[in-house]
């Protein structure tokens, strides 16, 4: 299975693709979708979807995993990231994925063993899943890693279903 993660953000909108068979992970692509500082917001907006469509277009995954945003203390900023994170949210579903939705302690949970680990412990151990893989920047590698907490609960939401339906649930 083919996943993309994203990491949205106005400025930088992470993204990582990774393929997952079983307990197995392997890098595919990873960078960021940018958007210009210069340019009006709903500008910007429209250079995140094109350079996401773009991404989807090109790799094919067959799902997509977002992580959720946390709440800033400056309200034009987290409204600014919700933003990014409805377009991040709404690329891959025009796409016709599965967009699944994950909160950033679980993120980091899921890869580094602890909730609130530092980035540089997540960038460390998304390396460490995914051997050999030239990681273009921190927003690439905090994407791949809600590529591998997606994998990771997909993998076990599949064998919970597969259970379920054999006790004819």
């Known amino acids: 299975m083919r996943l993309l993660g994203l990491d949205p953000g106005l400025r930088h909108t992470g993204w990582g693709v990774i393929e997952a068979a079983g307990n197995r992970l392997r890098h595919v692509a990873d960078g960021a979708v940018h958007s210009s500082d210069a340019r009006p917001l709903a500008e910007r907006l429209v250079e995140l979807h094109d350079g996401l469509a773009r991404i989807i277009a090109e790799f094919r995954p ?3 995993a977002v992580e959720e945003t946390f709440v800033n203390k400056n ?3 987290t409204l600014k990231l ?3 994170r ?3 949210l709404l690329v891959p579903a ?4 599965a967009v699944h939705e994950y909160p950033a302690n679980l993120v980091k949970k899921s890869v580094v ?3 609130h680990a530092a980035k540089e412990q997540v960038q460390m151990m998304v390396r460490r899943l995914l051997p050999g ?3 273009g920047s921190p927003d690439a590698a905090d994407a791949l890693a809600v590529a591998i907490c997606h994998a990771h609960h997909a993998a076990t939401n599949r064998r919970w279903q597969a259970a379920q339906s054999e ?3």
Request: proline share 4%; net charge negative.
């Open 113 to 115: 063993g602890a909730g």
């Open 82 to 84: 919700g933003l990014a």
């Open 62 to 64: 067959d799902e997509a």
């Open 133 to 135: 893989a030239m990681i």
């Open 167 to 169: 006790l004819g649930r």
């Open 94 to 97: 025009l796409a016709g994925l």
């Open 86 to 88: 409805g377009v991040a």
């Open 75 to 77: 309200p034009t900023s």
